[in-house]
């Protein structure tokens, strides 16, 4: 069951390296989890600056979502 797969990186294309591994128990399962990054080490801070303004991007989404929802159900 184990497989090979390329996990290139979105922004330069190089394969990325396996920063950390874990081991977590879930019910009866046991998953592991691997974090990936570029070996770029500039590369790689632009890929999280680029997440991370995702990420708040979504949030503020989600959070005017929300407001309207209430607003509604005052209504």
Not at 41 to 51: G, I
């Amino acid at each position: 069951m184990n497989k090979t797969n390329s996990n290139l990186c979105i922004r330069c294309g190089k394969q990325r390296l396996v920063v950390k591994t874990w081991k977590e128990k879930i019910g009866y399962s046991m998953v592991t989890t691997k974090e990936m990054a570029c070996p770029d080490s500039d590369c790689q801070k632009k890929v999280d600056q680029s997440n991370e303004k995702q990420r708040a991007k979504h949030e503020a989404l989600k959070l005017r979502s929300s407001r309207r929802r209430q607003a509604n159900n005052k209504k």
